[in-house]
């Protein structure tokens, strides 16, 4: 099974699958897919995180696929460009790429086919051409005078005679194909046993990226200084020595135990514990306040998220996190007894024996040069997180967004990301959510057909916070794959775009599927909802205190009543929040399945 953001991403993976191929060959296969056809929302310029577990062995584990900051990525350099923030596009926001690394690893060790074979669905879509999706046509027409006026490279890439796609239009990327051919071709000269020469050839390819002709193209590329969201002009400072020095990695998964379930995560350097912590507090409480369709529920599930977030900002980082304290029943217990009647307008993060970092910046609108930004992280409905947030060139205001991101004028994105899950029929499965590096994130570098990601503006430049830039270190991204088990066997991949938002929708899911009995589909069909109460972890970083972001079919009483308790509630639509996908398996009987995203008519899940 297969499931995915774009169903032609998901048709590659099963593909895979009915010619003998195996969960991960799948998965690199859509993956790479994914990034050409869905550019808008991740490219090879950016990371990604992925939990997966084998036939052999399942516990769980962690692809660490997100890069650090590169060596010149400092607070004072921001400062001396006249930064105070990091902007939310332009190289200068810039990691070190991970996600064609992590894939490539993955491929490797837990594969069985050649780098040649699974890249060549995403060679002939670059190649040959593929029908653009009108989400894709709407964002390049957000951004097209950025790409005019300052970033050329961008205008010949995606707007080829000077004019923006329509949907529907077949376009290609072919100096792309020629980067994923030449990968191949730096193996070629590998050969010998079949087994020892398939990793030889791949690792050959993860050198060509990262001490090749792709760092060094990158090198040259961001040296020229050019427009970035702050409205001024800067260059990068990521290095061919950052690549170099980058390798992806496997890592041990952060677990919590949940109504006779263990939810696996990433580490506290992602976002993924704060949904651990969620469950901890929620898990002893009366069936009916978890359910999300109800008031008493709505509001006990988000005023929990509310107390897990807050903790992720005075906590969470690549440093040194007391998860277990975070996890433990004491904590859980004295953090459960925060949960009011009413809905909390405050950021509240707890206290254990490690120290939390200073609390970031707290503000409802954002003034760089004395004119007012409002909104936050990365809404998925226009308005969401201000009145101020532009959305893609097609929606007005009777057109729902359905989950897609905010895409401003001057780049910066509010919202990203793709998702894929397979599994196979041996018992291999995975869960990945790649991202960045999208279209409007950065200048296209020429030679390379693709851009750079721009993860450093989750930190902060404010010193002492748990997750101030610091080179050399991970941004806290937000990408976060979950994989279920029951009694020490995977039974569930699943994972969702939306930043922010991401573990909050998969935090619903989980609500119905392990407690009120809902099959996966019926979960993420369900209406959907998420908390705003939090500083977002996208420029320009504003908060909406008590802010509460609801899917019309919720209902007016319903949403009334939410109101009647104090949230700031906005009205996002029928259909506009959450993009999940998943598969699942019975090990006793060996039945799989899958269930994705309904919402834009773009995500597909299929298999047999």
């Known amino acids: 099974m297969a499931a995915s953001t774009h169903w032609i991403a998901t048709a590659t993976a099963q593909s895979v699958l009915e010619r003998g191929g195996n969960a991960f060959d799948a998965a690199v296969a859509g993956a790479f897919v994914l990034h050409v056809v869905e550019p808008h929302l991740n490219g090879p310029g950016g990371d990604m995180t992925g939990i997966f577990a084998t036939a052999d062995d399942p516990t769980p584990r962690v692809l660490m696929g997100q890069g650090p900051a590169p060596a010149g990525a400092t607070p004072e350099h921001f400062r001396a460009e006249g930064l105070d923030l990091v902007p939310g596009a332009g190289a200068l926001a810039a990691a070190v790429p991970g996600?064609?690394?992590?894939?490539?690893?993955?491929l490797r060790d837990h594969g069985t086919w050649e780098l040649v074979d699974v890249l060549a669905p995403a060679v002939g879509y670059a190649r040959d051409g593929h029908p653009i999706a009108p989400r894709v046509a709407a964002t390049i027409a957000t951004v097209q005078s950025l790409f005019r006026d300052h970033?050329?490279?961008?205008?010949?890439?995606?707007?080829?005679?000077?004019?923006?796609?329509?949907?529907?239009?077949?376009?290609?990327?072919?100096?792309?194909?020629?980067?994923?051919?030449?990968?191949?071709?730096?193996?070629?000269?590998?050969?010998g046993a079949a087994a020892d020469g398939r990793v030889a050839r791949i690792d050959a390819a993860r050198d060509a990226w990262a001490t090749g002709f792709v760092a060094e193209a990158i090198d040259r590329f961001v040296r020229t200084p050019h427009r970035h969201a702050s409205g001024t002009d800067h260059a990068g400072v990521i290095r061919a020595e950052d690549l170099a020095a980058f390798r992806a990695s496997y890592e041990p998964a952060t677990t919590a135990e949940f109504r006779g379930c263990t939810i696996a995560k990433t580490g506290p350097w992602g976002q993924g514990p704060a949904l651990l912590q969620t469950l901890r507090l929620l898990d002893p409480l009366d069936d009916a306040l978890l359910d999300p369709s109800t008031v008493a529920g709505a509001h006990t599930i988000v005023e929990a998220q509310k107390l897990a977030l807050a903790d992720r900002e005075a906590y969470y980082g690549d440093g040194v996190v007391p998860m277990a304290e975070l996890l433990s029943d004491a904590y859980s217990d004295e953090r459960r007894a925060l949960i009011g009647e009413r809905a909390s307008h405050e950021l509240r993060p707890g206290s254990?024996?490690?120290?939390?970092?200073?609390?970031?910046?707290?503000?409802?609108?954002?003034?760089?040069?004395?004119?007012?930004?409002?909104?936050?992280?990365?809404?998925?409905?226009?308005?969401?997180?201000?009145t101020a947030v532009a959305a893609p060139a097609e929606d007005d205001a009777l057109t729902e967004d359905r989950?897609?991101?905010?895409?401003?004028?001057?780049?910066?994105?509010?919202?990203?990301?793709?998702?894929?899950?397979?599994?196979?029929r041996w018992g291999n499965i995975v869960s990945a959510t790649p991202s960045g590096g999208w279209l409007q994130s950065s200048p296209t570098v020429p030679e390379l057909g693709f851009c750079l990601g721009t993860r450093l503006q989750m930190v902060w430049l404010e010193e002492g916070t748990a997750s101030t830039l610091r080179p050399g270190q991970r941004p806290r991204t937000t990408l976060t794959p979950t994989l279920v088990l029951r009694d020490g066997a995977p039974v569930m991949a699943l994972g969702s775009p939306g930043g922010d938002q991401q573990d909050q929708w998969q935090l619903l899911f989980l609500l119905r599927t392990i407690v009120g009995g809902y099959?996966?589909?019926?979960?993420?069909?369900?209406?959907?909802?998420?908390?705003?109460?939090?500083?977002?972890?996208?420029?320009?970083r504003t908060w909406t205190p008590g802010g509460l972001v609801v899917e019309d079919r919720l209902g007016d009483e319903v949403i009334a009543g939410l109101e009647a308790l104090g949230h700031v509630v906005t009205r996002a639509g029928d259909w506009s929040l959450g993009r999940l996908s998943c598969v699942t398996r019975d090990p006793a009987t060996g039945v799989l399945g899958a269930a994705a995203n309904p919402r834009g008519a773009q995500g597909h899940a299929t298999g047999r």
């Open 403 to 424: 989950g897609e991101p905010i895409v401003m004028a001057t780049g910066e994105t509010r919202g990203d990301t793709v998702h894929i899950d397979v599994v196979d």
């Open 99 to 106: 996600a064609v690394d992590a894939w490539l690893l993955l």
């Open 151 to 191: 970033w050329p490279s961008s205008a010949d890439r995606w707007m080829p005679g000077g004019s923006v796609p329509v949907a529907g239009d077949v376009v290609r990327n072919e100096t792309w194909a020629s980067v994923l051919e030449r990968l191949v071709d730096a193996g070629s000269v590998h050969d």
């Open 352 to 386: 254990v024996s490690v120290a939390a970092g200073a609390l970031p910046p707290l503000r409802e609108t954002y003034t760089p040069r004395g004119e007012p930004v409002a909104g936050v992280g990365e809404p998925t409905v226009p308005g969401a997180r201000g």
């Open 519 to 540: 099959t996966p589909q019926q979960a993420i069909d369900a209406p959907a909802l998420h908390t705003t109460s939090f500083p977002g972890s996208f420029w320009p």
